[in-house]
């Protein structure tokens, strides 16, 4: 059996989940795989320039130009061995070479789901730049784990943008969490999360979210605050458990920049990536993985609460052959 066909066979029974996949990842496949296709269509026989073209499908997915060069040798190389002329294969061929060299250069994936504890909450600190989808993409994990029957709070420690705290407000009455937020705009967010923590102390949770501002643009201020913040997690007994940045799938290689700049200040344990639904370059995650060596835990592929999934390489490439 074929690839594709084996893939197709591992999520023949549609589930909720490969349905957002399928739908979210409908741009990138249209830009992505029917180019490729149409390529294999134009060179009946693989050849120097054949590859060039394929280069440039890669790159102007947002792959990154050294994750495509070294899937482009690792093809080549594949090519020569197997003695593949014909380029209808070679789709097939793509897909698999790209599923097996993020198998091998990511860790595994079982351990993108959150975990959690019987004797203390799981605590998120969740970081980006504005915009990015954030405090939705709070809204989607707290709605993901209240209905798996989890206690949420959701502390507001973004008081830099107006309107932050109602927004997230919304959310929280929309999804059943618990909030805490601040009555005064432009405070310290380490007080708002002084202030959730102490709430927490009264009430058992199983997972505490934490919002944050994404003031990027000031770096020294933006690692006093971050420091200054685990510095009251500390204080008052908790452990962060996860530090999740967020990137909008839209930005491209800009998004790949934030996060190094990021990396430099902080630990990052996850990126979620948002807006998949928005792009048609989804190739932005395998760039990610290769240039970042951070898991990408989740992805937005929509706008409804439900439209955030845990990452699956393999339903991620379902979502981009789905039609062939
Ligand atoms: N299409 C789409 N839009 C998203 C997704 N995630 C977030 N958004 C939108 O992005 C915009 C900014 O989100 P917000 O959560 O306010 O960003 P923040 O400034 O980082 O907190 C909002 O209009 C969201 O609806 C997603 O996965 N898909
Ligand atoms: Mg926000």
Request: net charge negative; with cysteine.
């Amino acid at each position: 059996m074929g690839f594709f066909a084996k893939l197709k066979e591992k999520f023949s029974k549609k589930d909720k989940t490969i349905e957002t996949y399928d739908s979210g990842l409908k741009e990138s496949r249209k830009a992505f795989t029917n180019r490729i296709n149409k390529l294999a269509k134009k060179y009946s026989k693989i050849n120097e320039e054949f590859f060039e073209e394929l280069e440039e499908i890669l790159v102007s997915s947002d792959c990154g130009i050294s994750y495509t060069y070294k899937i482009i040798g690792e093809l080549t190389d594949k090519v020569k061995k197997e003695k593949i002329s014909n380029s209808e294969e070679i789709t097939e061929i793509l897909f698999d070479t790209i599923l097996e060299d993020y198998v091998s250069t990511s860790p595994n994936e079982e351990n993108n789901e959150i975990k959690f504890y019987e004797d203390r909450p799981t605590l998120i600190l969740v970081v980006g730049v504005n915009g990015v989808g954030k405090t939705t993409t709070i809204a989607k994990l707290a709605n993901r784990y209240i209905k798996a029957g989890k206690k949420t709070l959701l502390i507001a420690a973004d008081t830099f943008r107006a309107g932050a705290k109602e927004q997230l407000t919304y959310w929280s009455e929309k999804v059943n969490a618990d909030i805490v937020s601040s009555n005064k705009e432009g405070s310290d967010p380490s007080s708002v999360i002084y202030d959730g923590l102490e709430r927490a102390k009264k009430e058992k949770y199983d997972l505490i979210i934490i919002d944050t501002a994404g003031r990027l643009q000031n770096k020294a201020n933006l690692m006093a605050e971050l420091a200054k913040m685990n510095k009251v997690i500390t204080k008052e007994g908790f452990i962060l458990d996860e530090t999740l940045l967020v990137l909008d799938a839209t930005t491209g290689q800009n998004g790949i920049a934030q996060a190094r700049a990021f990396k430099d200040l902080l630990s990052i344990s996850g990126i979620i990536l948002t807006k998949m639904d928005g792009t048609s370059k989804g190739g932005i995650i395998l760039a990610i993985n290769s240039e970042l060596k951070i898991p990408v835990k989740f992805i937005g592929l929509g706008e409804k609460m439900e439209d955030l999934e845990l990452f699956s390489i393999e339903k991620y490439i379902h979502g981009l052959i789905e039609n062939e």
